[in-house]
C-alpha cells in the first residue's frame, strides 16, 4: 500500500519564522514529489515540486528531498499569516507514475 | 500557468438525483485528467484515473456504476454521480495533466455536493 505520513498538526509558528514541514513516503519507486498548499474549502495549489536528491529554491519556499531516507521537506521563510493553510505532500506512484498519492496534510498556523 | 475549470462549484440536491460536474483544460490538452474526492478534515483520495477516449481506471473501493467518467475529448472530463445518497456528499475535485510535457497536475476549483 503506497503511504504518504505527514504530521497533521497544527504546526504554530510566529510571523517572520522559519516553518518547517516533513513528510516520508513509502514507496522506493516514486520519482516526483510535490507540496500543496490548501486553504480551507479550497482546492489544492502546487507550491513546489522536486524530481532528485538535495535542494530546490523558489522564492521563500525551499523543497528538499532524500531518497534513500524516503525523505520530503518544505521549508517555508519569513512565514507569513497568509502562509496559514493546509500543506500537503504529494508522491507519484502507479503504472507510469501518472498518479499523485497525498499525505493527510500538515495544518500550518502562522501568527502575527 | 495551466488552467482546469471545473463546475458548477457547488450543488445542493435531493436524494436520488444524478450529479454532473464538468472539468475543463482551458490553455492545455489533457491527455489524462484525475478525479479526487476528499472529506471534511481528510485528504485528497483518488477516485479515478481517466485517459482520453478510453474507459476510466477506477481505484479499488469506488464503484464504477455510481460514478461515471467520461473524458470524450482533450479538453473535457465529466464525472456523474448517479441516484446520489447523502454519504456521497463531499468535495469532488479534477485535475489534469498533459502526458507529454513534464507538468505536474493542476487541480479544478473543486465542487461542494451537498445531498440532503
Known amino acids: 500500500q503506497k503511504e504518504v505520513e505527514q504530521n497533521s498538526g497544527p504546526l504554530s509558528v510566529p510571523e517572520g519564522a522559519i516553518a518547517s514541514l516533513n513528510c516520508t513516503y513509502s514507496d522506493r519507486g516514486s520519482q516526483s514529489f510535490f507540496w500543496y498548499r490548501q486553504y480551507s474549502g479550497k482546492s489544492p495549489e502546487l507550491i513546489m515540486s522536486?524530481?532528485s536528491n538535495g535542494d530546490k529554491e523558489d522564492g521563500r519556499f525551499t523543497a528538499q528531498l532524500n531518497k534513500a531516507s524516503q525523505y520530503v521537506s518544505l521549508l517555508i521563510r519569513d512565514s507569513q499569516p497568509s502562509d496559514s493553510a493546509t500543506y500537503l505532500c504529494?508522491?507519484?506512484w502507479g503504472t507510469g507514475f501518472q498518479k499523485l498519492v497525498f499525505g493527510t496534510g500538515t495544518r500550518l498556523l502562522v501568527s502575527p | 500557468g495551466a488552467v482546469v475549470s471545473q463546475h458548477p462549484s457547488w450543488v445542493i440536491c435531493k436524494s436520488g438525483t444524478s450529479v454532473k460536474i464538468e472539468c475543463r483544460s482551458l490553455?492545455?490538452?489533457?491527455?489524462?485528467m484525475f478525479w479526487y474526492r476528499q472529506f471534511p478534515k481528510q485528504s485528497l483520495m483518488l477516485m479515478a484515473t481517466?485517459?482520453?477516449?478510453?474507459?476510466?481506471?477506477?481505484e479499488q473501493g469506488v464503484e464504477k456504476d455510481k460514478f461515471l467518467i467520461n473524458h470524450a475529448s482533450l479538453t473535457l472530463s465529466t464525472l456523474t454521480v448517479t441516484s446520489a445518497h447523502p454519504e456521497d456528499s463531499s468535495f469532488y475535485i479534477c485535475?489534469?495533466?498533459?502526458?507529454?510535457?513534464?507538468?505536474?497536475?493542476?487541480f479544478g476549483d473543486g465542487t461542494r455536493l451537498s445531498i440532503l
Open positions: 504529494a508522491v507519484n
Open positions: 481517466s485517459n482520453e477516449g478510453s474507459k476510466a481506471t477506477y
Open positions: 522536486i524530481y
Open positions: 490553455d492545455f490538452q489533457a491527455t489524462t
Open positions: 485535475s489534469a495533466r498533459d502526458i507529454t510535457s513534464l507538468q505536474p497536475q493542476h
